[in-house]
């Protein structure tokens, strides 16, 4: 078999094994015999035996054989059918049911299932930020916009701006794990038609048995209004949250790659790891990239995804299916081993606060340029004249520095100098000493994400006892 390469380098134990051929068949196997249990409740004539027969094979499965079989009908779901029923000694699967009643629920399943486990992952992700973000609030870090310097900020606000990001789109995950709908029984153009003959027209019977599939599958609840395929923009949503969700460790980690470039941060580097195979003294950020490629192979199956939503016939067919069956387990395995691989990151990852400072030091004066607009304004200046000033003087500091025409940075001493600004040295001088103070709200605001980030955590079960394996 060709391997998948996001499943067997990247994605979790766990994750393959919702996606995997064998799972995907005891799966089936589960919801046929949930369908026939339901019927049995309901009046059907359905024997004992035979339920407990599928039961005791359910676990037998035999790819080759059902390859064989599909050889031969040219049709993947007819050969499950046969294969299954020849284990058992048995016919009665699939009674009323179309192909779409067993897959599409199935493959709903696998999807719900997948949701489930990345919602924990993602708690834990959460988890592990506001940590971060605790441990770095109170660091000062020159802030850059454009990746230019700007303004002083700390690295745990720097944190907890992308983290807080991750909480948005956690948000949406929950609220489409709680309101996420199956297709349910619903016949071959979602009349339900042949449970009706089954059942002999009774309705009641016919939306009790869909109700216990719905139970068995877990969702919350079934379409009411579906053909043969649910609509394929629930395909959609769910690649798009991937996405979303992302989003946010996407840009720490282009982050991080960028700070690492300037050796005031890393992913973290351990022993014996080697950064290049030609210059020993290399420490890449390769996880970071990593992650930043995941994201890069999600967005590329979000446009596979949106070209199926709109665009199904009638009640429904099967053009999707050759696509879905490569977005939909590959989208879970980009995500899942982009969430194994953030959080090695976030539990590796090392600021050098010794680098941090020398920074701030380098840039404080600019960094607080703002704050003397500021102060100049409510001293009487006009903003604008205030700002031209205050630029000129900026521009021609910074050139002398990088020319070499001044050793130190004296931009204040410029503007203490300049009459057209109504500061006098002593308020420049005050500015300056309180430079490193001048943070805004980064430390409220770094604490407002750790709170709601560990309250997002402590609702999710498994979250906090989550521990990643170990990653290529």
Same mark, same amino acid.
């Given at each position: 078999?060709?391997?998948?390469?996001?499943?067997?380098?990247?994605?979790?134990?766990? &994750?393959? +094994?919702?996606?995997?051929?064998?799972?995907? @068949?005891?799966?089936?196997?589960?919801?046929?015999?949930?369908?026939?249990?339901?019927?049995?409740?309901?009046?059907?004539?359905?024997?004992?035996?035979?339920?407990?027969?599928?039961?005791? /094979?359910?676990?037998? /499965?035999?790819?080759?054989?059902?390859? *064989?079989?599909?050889?031969?009908?040219?049709? +993947? /779901?007819?050969?499950?059918?046969?294969?299954?029923?020849?284990?058992?000694?048995?016919?009665?699967?699939?009674?009323?049911?179309?192909?779409?009643?067993?897959?599409?629920? /199935?493959?709903?399943?696998?999807?719900?299932?997948?949701?489930?486990?990345?919602?924990?992952?993602?708690?834990?992700?959460?988890?592990?930020?506001?940590?971060?973000?605790?441990?770095?609030?109170?660091?000062?870090?020159?802030?850059?916009?454009?990746?230019?310097?700007?303004?002083?900020?700390?690295?745990?606000?720097?944190?907890?701006?992308?983290?807080?990001?991750?909480?948005?789109?956690?948000?949406?995950?929950?609220?489409?794990? !709680?309101?996420?709908?199956?297709?349910?029984?619903?016949?071959? @153009?979602?009349?339900?038609?042949?449970?009706?003959?089954?059942?002999?027209?009774?309705?009641?019977?016919?939306?009790?048995?869909?109700?216990?599939?719905?139970?068995?599958?877990?969702?919350?609840?079934?379409?009411?209004?579906?053909?043969?395929?649910?609509?394929?923009?629930? *395909?959609?949503?769910?690649?798009?949250?991937?996405?979303?969700?992302?989003?946010?460790?996407?840009?720490?980690?282009?982050?991080?790659?960028? &700070?690492?470039?300037?050796?005031?941060?890393?992913?973290?580097?351990?022993?014996?790891?080697?950064?290049?195979?030609?210059?020993?003294?290399?420490?890449?950020?390769?996880?970071?990239?990593?992650?930043?490629?995941?994201?890069?192979?999600?967005?590329?199956?979000?446009?596979?995804?949106?070209?199926?939503?709109?665009?199904?016939?009638?009640?429904?067919?099967?053009?999707?299916?050759?696509?879905?069956?490569?977005?939909?387990?590959?989208?879970?395995?980009?995500?899942?081993?982009?969430?194994?691989?953030?959080?090695?990151?976030?539990?590796?990852?090392?600021?050098?606060?010794?680098?941090?400072?020398?920074?701030?030091?380098?840039?404080?004066?600019?960094?607080?340029?703002?704050?003397?607009?500021? !102060?100049?304004?409510?001293?009487?200046?006009?903003?604008? !004249?205030?700002?031209?000033?205050?630029?000129?003087?900026?521009?021609?500091?910074?050139?002398?520095?990088?020319?070499?025409? @001044?050793?130190?940075?004296?931009?204040?001493?410029?503007?203490?100098?300049?009459?057209?600004?109504?500061?006098?040295?002593?308020?420049?001088?005050?500015?300056?000493?309180?430079?490193?103070?001048?943070?805004?709200?980064?430390?409220?605001?770094?604490?407002?994400?750790?709170?709601?980030?560990?309250?997002?955590?402590?609702?999710?079960?498994?979250?906090?006892?989550?521990?990643?394996?170990?990653?290529?």
């Amino acid at each position: 078999m060709i391997p998948n390469v996001l499943a067997e380098r990247y994605a979790s134990p766990a &994750m393959r +094994d919702i996606w995997s051929a064998e799972g995907r @068949v005891i799966l089936e196997r589960e919801y046929w015999i949930a369908v026939m249990r339901g019927q049995q409740a309901l009046g059907l004539d359905l024997p004992e035996e035979a339920i407990e027969a599928y039961e005791s /094979v359910k676990a037998q /499965v035999n790819l080759a054989s059902i390859a *064989d079989r599909e050889r031969l009908t040219r049709h +993947d /779901v007819k050969a499950r059918i046969d294969e299954f029923c020849a284990l058992a000694g048995h016919q009665q699967v699939h009674k009323g049911m179309t192909s779409r009643d067993l897959t599409e629920n /199935v493959e709903q399943l696998q999807v719900f299932r997948s949701l489930e486990l990345v919602r924990t992952k993602t708690a834990s992700s959460l988890l592990l930020l506001a940590k971060r973000a605790d441990e770095y609030k109170s660091l000062p870090l020159t802030g850059r916009t454009h990746n230019v310097a700007a303004q002083l900020t700390t690295f745990g606000k720097r944190i907890a701006m992308f983290g807080e990001e991750l909480l948005a789109g956690f948000a949406s995950l929950e609220r489409f794990v !709680e309101t996420y709908a199956a297709r349910g029984l619903k016949g071959a @153009v979602g009349t339900q038609l042949d449970q009706l003959t089954l059942f002999e027209g009774d309705s009641k019977r016919v939306a009790e048995l869909e109700s216990r599939i719905v139970e068995h599958l877990g969702m919350a609840s079934a379409f009411t209004n579906v053909g043969q395929v649910y609509p394929r923009s629930l *395909d959609l949503e769910t690649v798009s949250l991937l996405c979303q969700l992302a989003s946010g460790p996407s840009s720490l980690a282009k982050t991080l790659r960028l &700070m690492a470039g300037h050796e005031l941060a890393s992913e973290g580097f351990l022993p014996g790891q080697v950064g290049s195979s030609a210059m020993p003294h290399k420490m890449n950020s390769r996880s970071c990239e990593r992650v930043n490629g995941f994201h890069t192979i999600l967005k590329g199956h979000l446009t596979m995804a949106s070209g199926l939503a709109g665009d199904q016939w009638n009640e429904g067919d099967v053009s999707c299916s050759v696509v879905r069956r490569i977005v939909l387990p590959d989208a879970f395995f980009a995500y899942d081993g982009l969430l194994e691989t953030f959080l090695t990151i976030l539990g590796q990852m090392e600021a050098y606060p010794a680098v941090v400072e020398s920074e701030v030091d380098r840039y404080l004066p600019f960094l607080l340029t703002t704050t003397v607009l500021m !102060e100049a304004v409510k001293a009487g200046a006009g903003r604008e !004249e205030a700002h031209q000033v205050i630029k000129e003087h900026a521009l021609q500091t910074v050139r002398d520095l990088r020319e070499g025409r @001044v050793a130190r940075n004296d931009f204040f001493d410029r503007l203490a100098s300049d009459e057209r600004l109504p500061l006098d040295r002593n308020a420049l001088l005050g500015i300056e000493a309180n430079g490193r103070s001048t943070l805004g709200n980064a430390l409220p605001q770094a604490e407002h994400f750790i709170a709601r980030a560990r309250e997002a955590a402590a609702r999710t079960p498994g979250a906090a006892e989550y521990r990643v394996g170990q990653i290529l």
